[in-house]
């Protein structure tokens, strides 16, 4: 005999007194419960077995199980089943809100719903749209709102399958047998196995938040009941916020923000400019320090507030060996230029006597390679270079 599912009977109810029918490990089996297992997109109840926690409850053919790890419960046993409520009723909301949006969109809109996922902060619906107009969007709000401002009542017809298919429901049935079919005055009817509340004013509100595109299909965005004002006491305080911090009224937000991001990019753009500016002349005083001798450039550039890659395109101007370092936190970056007279030394003779120095790590493309090294012995690392390209010259 199969377990006795009572959260059809009642789907309002909060407890239970039922018996053990069955154990196997963490799965127990009552001879009826309250506790509705995960199906049609709604989640498994959780709640408590005797005050031991039960975290999901699934269906086993015609039984339901309730998975409850380390219990110590026996066949025979009488429990007491609590749900956890606020997880149930949430769902149960959600789960309506979804029947009044899909339904309005079939009968408005002629749009059929391909999947939903209803979850507890965001419900969404696949359409069989490749785009649907914002418009749109706000007008099926509004109806779904119409609808949970006349509290509707849900009810329930039970029938054959024949004689269910034959009312042409907005999605083809897939259960067999004895059919349930649910029905929101005027919104939708559909054969639907799961929880539904009582009447369509519990669900409060649904806000439409967006959409996005999956597998080219539209997918609708939705927050319901108390998710939703949170949302929207969300964006309040953060356009409460921005007024403060910008002394302007909201609707001048958006223009104060493109202005702030062309001086963004205009101040990123002189900044570029005046770095290599700076850049070029650190590199001309170095190269004039050493233009009596090979041009063999090892230094530290750390005072400078700039990163190596500024000198990447002005280095290419000149013929030397240089490497750059510059120390950030506990580490180096560290720069070598090998330019045409220098180009026979190859990254392999650099990285067998050079790096292990430091432990450097990088690589690049002649003339140019970089990339990052421990910061210890830094100097060593300078005087090696200039040792390792004289020598490699004298070859
Ligand atoms: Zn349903």
Known sequence: MGTEKRYYENPYARSIMALVTKIDGDKVYLNKTIAYPEGGGQPGDKGTLNNKEFIDTQKDGDLVYHLCPNNNFSVGDKLLLNLDW???????????????????????????????????????????????????????????????????????????????????????????????????????????????????????????????????????????GDEAKRTLRLMQTIVDELNVRHSAQAFELLDIDEKNTTKIIEFEKENRELTQLVANTVLTTFINKYKDVDVIISEDVSEYPFELSAFNDLVKSHDMALLFIKKIEDEIRWLIYLGPSYDYISLKNLKSELFSIVNAKGGGRPPLFQGKADNTETDKFLSSFRKLINEQKKE
């Not at 029947?99 to 696949?126: D, P, W």
């Not at 029905?183 to 054969?191: E, L």
């Open 86 to 224: 606020d997880y149930r009723y949430t769902y149960m909301k959600v789960h309506t809100a979804q029947h009044i949006l899909s339904g309005i969109l079939y009968n408005k809109f002629f749009v059929g719903t391909l999947s939903v996922h209803q979850g507890a902060n965001i419900l969404t619906i696949e359409t069989d749209k490749e785009n649907f107009d914002e418009q749109h969007c706000y007008f099926l709000e509004n109806e779904a709102n119409k609808s949970i401002n006349r509290c509707e009542k849900i009810s329930y017809r039970e029938m054959d399958e024949d004689k269910a298919q034959k009312l042409t429901l907005r999605r083809s049935i897939k259960a067999h047998g004895l059919i349930r079919v649910v029905d929101i005055a005027n919104v939708d009817s559909i054969a639907c196995g799961g929880l539904h509340v009582e009447n369509t004013g519990e669900v409060n509100y649904v806000l439409y938040v967006g959409q996005e595109i999956v597998r080219s299909h539209v997918r609708l965005l939705f927050k319901v």
